[in-house]
T-cell receptor, first 111, second 115 residues
Framework: DQQVKQNSPSLSVQEGRISILNCDYT??????FLWYKKYPAEGPTFLIS?????DKNEDGRFTVFLNKSAKHLSLHIVPSQPGDSAVYFC??????????FGKGTRLHILP | EAQVTQNPRYLITVTGKKLTVTCSQN?????MSWYRQDPGLGLRQIYY???????DKGDVPEGYKVSRKEKRNFPLILESPSPNQTSLYFC??????????????FGPGTRLTVL
């Protein structure tokens, strides 16, 4: 049973426009959510996180929104840049500190 | 430079031949973890450790062992590797913020092939 779902395997967005990556989860015990970015042949790098007590967290061009009632979070990138082309992973953890990742969404930024 | 290192980066081995992948971090992080990445399956947690001598199973622990004798090192041991353990492995470390593992710093990955 997949507890963290990223239903879009890939997404293409025009440079300069907004990229929206979505993530759904099933476990209501998750209380901390993170987004990671991964380039080929490299380890994932942390982007942004959000605690379950918040519904929004912003860091520069990146904003994460959390809708606890819908068990849904999204990552917004504005404006999208060519260097944003990568695979994005959503991750969630509960107090047992086991961390569950989604399968990832490959983002293509088009010129 | 703050980093997580893994060795080896690439390994081809045969079924049943015990191997160890080392992981070391120089950031004094309490939390360390191992993941495997497979096509279409994303990153799956194998084992994690919240501190020295404390290890717990992740989602896919079968066929793997770990140890945490020192804070900086977290080796992954495959006692009897099988072809289904062919994968890309990542080690990660994280400071603990209260009760929660914070952002993780990942190593560069180890590509393992078991023939």
């Amino acid at each position: 049973d997949q507890q963290v779902k990223q239903n879009s395997p890939s997404l293409s967005v025009q440079e300069g426009r907004i990229s929206i990556l979505n993530c759904d989860y099933t476990n209501s015990m998750f209380d901390y959510f993170l987004w990671y970015k991964k380039y080929p042949a490299e380890g994932p790098t942390f982007l942004i996180s959000i605690s379950s007590i918040k519904d929004k967290n912003e860091d520069g061009r990146f904003t994460v929104f959390l809708n606890k009632s819908a068990k849904h979070l999204s990552l917004h990138i504005v404006p999208s840049q060519p260097g944003d082309s990568a695979v994005y992973f959503c991750a969630a953890s509960a107090t047992d500190d086991k961390i569950i990742f989604g399968k990832g969404t490959r983002l293509h930024i088009l010129p | 430079e703050a980093q997580v290192t893994q060795n080896p980066r690439y390994l081809i081995t045969v079924t049943g031949k015990k191997l160890t992948v080392t992981c070391s971090q120089n950031m004094n992080h309490e939390y360390m973890s191992w993941y495997r990445q497979d096509p279409g399956l994303g990153l799956r947690q194998i084992y994690y450790s919240m501190n020295v001598e404390v290890t717990d199973k992740g989602d896919v622990p079968e066929g793997y062992k770990v140890s945490r004798k020192e804070k900086r090192n977290f080796p992954l041991i495959l006692e009897s590797p099988s072809p289904n353990q062919t994968s890309l492995y990542f080690c990660a470390s994280s400071p603990m913020t209260g009760l929660v593992a914070d952002e993780q710093f990942f190593g560069p990955g180890t590509r393992l092939t078991v023939l």
